[in-house]
Structure formats: structure tokens, C-alpha cells
């Protein structure tokens, strides 16, 4: 595995780019693109244009070979100014383009990457499934081999991106045994595949997601990525950087409820007196701000795992676990310091709960998570 870098000043110089293009392209807009559950317009040829659609892709195809800490640092401030753009951004970015660059052959990686990074392909993933969520790999889908192509036929569902994506990676079994499964280039236009209603959803409503079917789907040979029953070794190891990619996801969250109950806090009096100096109101601010460092500290250094080049089953695990379950406490903690303000969307800490929520189950349950970490320390200590 190629190992990436992100150096102290690269972390810095990203963080301030994204930070001012949230500030002045994603924040002011958050609460529309939640209202009227869509993407912001033409938002992934501007992200292209900011450089930061392959961050952990290769140089010579628009890439900037940075790694999972400059991944975190850019999807906590996305996900600062509107969480559901960034989940948009996690699907393109760590779902379809890593993924691709990481397993794609040479001839795959010139056909489709620098479209991707420039934002002019837009990617998703297909792996869930309506039967297959938590157990992935019991997905049912299928794909056979006829000639020189695959006939593809199944469903995948709460696909992110699946409503407006032009490519995506869809993850197939291609033979009887558990952990034959197979990775496939899906084009939007190819026959025999479709995209079912878009889905609405509780929070990330500004992230699409819908429901991928293929029903006597054609799929080119050369179209299958690596080789027939390769692709479990290809989710598990994507997985480490998507679950730490949507914990520091829960960071932005976390610290923009931290935020705006600060500034609550400051302005609001009752008894002519700012509300942030009563006890039970600045005790909440204080265990948000607890939280979201610790938090943090646990996010930065499982993706300090993953830019080494070694496996963060662990510690993605915990760091995800940990990460959006503060968030959801802090957002929750965001509402009651405002009160009824924060019960009402005129103001955003209702918008970040909802948010909020899904990172406790996307990417893996915290309940399936927890298991994985028990069973890590199993297998380690069986060795």
C-alpha cells in the first residue's frame, strides 16, 4: 500500500482554503439546501476547482496526494458550514475516487479519474442493500459473466449521490462462496440499470440519496475492477477511511453547536443576567467543548494510523463510535441552551441534531462497530 503524507503546513494551508469557501459558499445556504432537500448547484465543479476531490488521488491525475489527515481536517469544516454537502462530498470523494484510485488498473484509472476529480463526473458507491446493511457481505446482487460482459441484477439502497452521480463503484457477487464478491465501473447511461425515487430523509437532506437497481444490467468486461472475488479485502480497507472521514464529519458538527450556543449563551439574559452565567448553562458549554476535544484528538490519531499505510480497523472503529455519538449529545445539549429557539428552525442546532443522528449508523451502527473493536482485541491477543 502507498503510503501518503499530509505535513503540518499542507494541513494548515487546506483548512484555510476550505474553511473561507464554507464560510462564504455552504453556510450561508445550509438551511435552504435542507428545506428544499438538494445539493447546492454545480457544487462538485467547484470542489473540483478548490483541489480537494482527490485529495488522496495520484499527481499525474489531478490528485494531491495528501492522506486521511488532511481528509479529516477538510470534512470537519465542510461539514462546520453544512453537513449534508459534505456527506455528498464523503460518497465522491472517499466512496467512489479513493476507492477507484486505490483498485483501479492503469487503463481504468486514464479513462475515468481526472473527470472525477475535476468534479465533471460525479461518483458514488453501491454496497448496502434493502436485506444487506450492517452484514454487507451477505448482499444478494449479482452479477455472470457472458462473453465479453457482466449481465448485473439486484437492487442497492440509501445510496448517497445515487439521485444525481454519473458513475458508480457497485459491489457484485460473482460466485456461491460467502465472500465472492466483485467490484464493477457502473456508467449512468448503461442499459439495464436505473435509479429509483430519491429518498427523503430525516437529516443530511441536502445530500441525495436513493435507491440503484439493476435488472438485466450490461456491464463491459472491462469494467470489473481488479479481479472476480477480490473486492471484500477492497471494502474492508475503504471502510477504515470512511468511518474516520464521517467522524470528523461529527467534529464540524459538534463545533458548530459549540459555537452557536456560545454566542446564545452571551446574548441571552433572564433575571438580567446572560444566560452563559448561569451554572446548568455553562457547565453543558463546558462538557461540549470536553467532548469535542477529546473527540477530536481520537479522530486525528486513527487517521494518523491510516496515513502510515497500516490497517485502522480499531481505531476507526472506536474513533467513529465516540465521535458521533458526542455529536449527537452536543447537538441535543445545543438545543436546550437555546430553548425554544432551538426547537425552531429559524435557528440551525435543530438542523445539526438531525444531522447529527445519521453518523451513528451510516458507515456502521455503532452497535456493529463496538463488536468489531471487541473482536479485534480477540484476534490480537490470540496471536
Same mark, same amino acid.
Do not use: W
Given at each position: ?14 483548512? %484555510? ?19 428544499? /432537500? ?90 448496502? /442493500? ?21 449481465? =448485473? ?31 464493477? +465501473? ?24 436513493? /435507491?440503484? =437497481? ?8 472491462? !469494467? ?16 477504515? +477511511? ?27 439574559? %433572564? ?5 452563559? !452565567?448561569? %451554572? ?6 463546558? !462538557? ?24 485502522? !480497523? ?29 426547537? +425552531? ?26 463488536? =468489531? ?11
Amino acid at each position: 500500500m502507498t503510503n501518503y503524507h499530509s505535513n503540518a503546513q499542507e494541513i494548515r494551508e487546506v483548512i %484555510q482554503t476550505v474553511r473561507a469557501f464554507a464560510a462564504k459558499e455552504l453556510a450561508p445556504y445550509a438551511d435552504e439546501l435542507d428545506r428544499e /432537500e438538494r445539493l447546492a448547484p454545480g457544487i462538485f465543479r467547484r470542489l473540483g476547482e478548490l483541489g480537494i476531490l482527490g485529495l488522496t488521488c495520484p499527481e499525474e491525475f489531478g490528485g494531491a496526494k495528501l492522506g486521511a489527515v488532511s481528509v479529516v481536517a477538510v470534512m470537519e469544516e465542510l461539514s462546520y458550514a453544512c453537513p449534508g454537502t459534505c456527506l455528498s462530498y464523503l460518497a465522491h470523494a472517499l466512496l467512489f475516487t479513493h476507492n477507484f484510485a486505490q483498485n483501479a488498473s492503469p487503463e481504468q484509472l486514464v479513462r475515468y479519474l481526472p473527470n472525477c476529480i475535476s468534479g465533471e463526473m460525479v461518483g458514488g458507491m453501491g454496497m448496502t /442493500e434493502p436485506s444487506a446493511g450492517s452484514d454487507a457481505i451477505g448482499m444478494k446482487t449479482r452479477a455472470v459473466r457472458r462473453g465479453d460482459h457482466y449481465v =448485473i441484477n439486484g437492487s442497492k439502497m440509501f445510496i448517497t449521490n445515487g439521485p444525481v452521480a454519473d458513475i458508480f463503484l457497485v459491489y457484485a457477487r460473482t460466485g456461491d462462496n460467502r465472500n465472492d464478491l466483485s467490484t464493477f +465501473i457502473i456508467e449512468r447511461g448503461f442499459q439495464g440499470f436505473s435509479v429509483g425515487k430519491k429518498l427523503s430523509k430525516m437529516g443530511m437532506r441536502a445530500s441525495p440519496t436513493g /435507491e440503484l =437497481i439493476f435488472k438485466d444490467c450490461i456491464v463491459p468486461a472491462e !469494467n470489473l475492477v481488479g479481479s472476480e472475488g477480490s473486492s471484500v479485502k477492497h471494502m474492508m480497507k475503504n471502510l477504515d +477511511i470512511e468511518r474516520v472521514g464521517l467522524a470528523a464529519m461529527s467534529l464540524g458538527i459538534a463545533r458548530a453547536c459549540l459555537d452557536h450556543s456560545l454566542k446564545y449563551a452571551q446574548e441571552r439574559q %433572564q433575571f438580567n443576567e446572560n444566560i452563559i !452565567n448561569f %451554572q446548568s448553562v455553562s457547565e453543558k458549554i463546558a !462538557n461540549m467543548y470536553i467532548g469535542y476535544r477529546a473527540a477530536r484528538a481520537f479522530v486525528y490519531e486513527a487517521a494518523q494510523v491510516i496515513e502510515e499505510g497500516r490497517r485502522a !480497523n480499531q481505531e476507526a472503529a472506536a474513533a467513529k463510535v465516540f465521535a458521533s455519538e458526542m455529536a449527537t449529545k452536543v447537538a441535543l445539549d445545543a438545543i436546550q441552551v437555546l430553548g425554544g429557539y432551538g426547537y +425552531i428552525r429559524e435557528f440551525p442546532v435543530e438542523r445539526l441534531m438531525r444531522d447529527a443522528k445519521l453518523l451513528e449508523i451510516g458507515g456502521g451502527t455503532s452497535e456493529i462497530l463496538r463488536s =468489531i473493536i471487541v473482536k479485534e482485541f480477540v484476534r490480537k491477543s490470540s496471536k
